[in-house]
């Protein structure tokens, strides 16, 4: 079974800083990796997602995320974030088996952006 | 967007109450499936759906029932409510691979 860990539950950056936020799944098979971001009292919308192929993927509103299957990991970055970014994020998976695979989320972390 | 609707937004109920929630979609999407999300657990598949009248469960479906009667429609009961279904339940539809349409959440307060 897919499994997805955020490894910080917070993360506090000053305006125009990078950010990088941590996601590490395990899986026994091939996978398909996401990030959704949920701003305050909204629902969750898609970032980016890794289906195959180049393993760095670009996302909506400057972010991106790289794929690197021998450390299990797809952790997301921006150069520089906005006010505007201060949100949750998450990181799911779901596995590439056949029939119904169900999507897999992390605890979520939530990205802090200060002035 | 999907087109996703909740309802209702927001509740609050009584312990022992039955609450239903309702998730109405106007994609003609096939599979939806309710979460609820809480602090520290982000979210948990409760109940999904793959097509009329075809559910089955997720990892916390204790406590909960769906029915889905029509394409567009997907419900979600507590049958008697318990003040640890205090949450928010988000309802999702799926186009393609892994990308689920959130709604924008149902808010249920159980006293």
């Known amino acids: 079974a897919q499994s997805v860990t955020q490894l910080d539950s917070q993360v506090p950056v000053f305006e125009e800083a990078p950010v990088e936020l941590r996601c590490n799944y395990s899986s026994s098979v091939s996978v398909y990796l996401f990030w959704y971001v949920q701003y305050p009292n909204q629902g969750l919308q898609l970032l980016l997602k890794?289906?195959?192929?180049?393993?760095l993927v670009k996302g909506i509103n400057g972010f991106e995320a790289e794929f690197n299957k021998s450390q299990t990991s797809f952790h997301l970055r921006k150069p520089s974030v906005h006010i505007s970014d201060t949100a949750e994020y998450f990181c799911?998976?779901?596995?590439?088996?056949?029939?119904?695979?169900?999507?897999?989320f992390g605890t979520g972390t939530r990205l802090l952006v200060s002035p | 967007d999907a087109g996703i609707t909740q309802s209702p937004r927001h509740k609050v109920t009584e312990t022992g109450t039955p609450v239903t929630l309702r998730c109405h979609q106007t994609e003609n999407h096939r599979y939806m499936y309710w979460y609820r999300q809480d602090p520290g657990h982000g979210l948990r598949l409760i109940h999904y759906?793959?097509?009329?009248?075809?559910?089955d469960k997720g990892e916390v479906s204790d406590g909960y029932s769906v029915s889905r009667s029509k394409t567009e429609d997907f419900l979600l009961t507590l049958e008697s409510a318990t003040s640890s279904q205090t949450s928010v339940y988000f309802c999702?539809?799926?186009?393609?691979?892994?990308?689920?349409?959130f709604g924008e959440g149902s808010r249920l307060t159980v006293l």
């Open positions: 759906s793959y097509g009329v009248k075809d559910t």
């Open positions: 999702a539809t799926h186009r393609e691979a892994g990308e689920l349409f």
């Open positions: 799911a998976v779901l596995g590439g088996g056949t029939g119904f695979q169900k999507l897999v």
């Open positions: 890794y289906l195959s192929g180049s393993t």
